[in-house]
T-cell receptor
């Protein structure tokens, strides 16, 4: 248990559906991240929030929409996804964006787009 | 483009041996370095962080950093079958985000 909880753990959605991924951290951290992990590829950074402000949008398609209502919660809203969006979506948090802080990951959401 | 490189493996070692995992990075300004372990189907788990040149030991794990050579390694002593996983190297620069390598798959054979 890392103190970062993601729900749901598994999600199957059609290309016309709208769904949301949720991440909650109980570590008192101020920075939160969304990563995508596809088979045979390195972790891809999607979004970064620091003190609730988005500091990074790594050229992510608009069909992915993040939301960070407070420092403990992070959402990823999904709509009109494509089959190639099927992947493991990982949330992580760190104390802040200081170079000396460590990131801790949630269990991930395995997303399948059909 | 900042890059972190690792041999994809698989790296196979017999139980009880030392496993040596290597990582090189392109950004000379990188300041902090991390090793994560990821079991199949699971999320990455932080093993160690290292910030200064030299060795850092934690139990069976030793991280080694050489900034001049832009090289960081992880040694696992007395390898166990439960150490079989993919090991991710990550680096970070001031004001920057974590950059992850592709991972090295380690297989410890009983």
């Amino acid at each position: 248990e890392t103190g970062v909880t993601q729900t749901p753990r598994h999600l199957v959605m059609g290309m016309t559906n709208k769904k949301s991924l949720k991440c909650e951290q109980h570590l008192g951290h101020n920075a939160m991240y969304w990563y995508k992990q596809s088979a045979k590829k390195p972790l891809e950074l999607m979004f970064v929030y620091n003190f609730k402000e988005q500091t990074e949008n790594n050229s992510v398609p608009s069909r992915f929409s993040p939301e960070c209502p407070n420092s403990s919660h992070l959402f990823l809203h999904l709509h009109t996804l494509q089959p190639e969006d099927s992947a493991l979506y990982l949330c992580a948090s760190s104390q802040d964006k200081s170079v000396w802080t460590e990131a801790f990951f949630g269990q991930g959401t395995r997303l399948t787009v059909v | 483009q900042k890059e972190v490189e690792q041999n994809s493996g698989p790296l196979s070692v017999p139980e009880g041996a030392i496993a040596s995992l290597n990582c090189t990075y392109s950004d000379r300004g990188s300041q902090s370095f991390f090793w994560y372990r990821q079991y199949s189907g699971k999320s990455p788990e932080l093993i160690m962080s290292i910030y200064s040149n030299g060795d850092k030991e934690d139990g069976r794990f030793t991280a080694q950093l050489n900034k001049a050579s832009q090289y960081v390694s992880l040694l696992i002593r007395d390898s166990q079958p439960s150490d079989s996983a993919t090991y991710l190297c990550a680096v970070r620069d001031y004001g920057q985000n974590f950059v992850f390598g592709p991972g090295t798959r380690l297989s410890v054979l009983p």
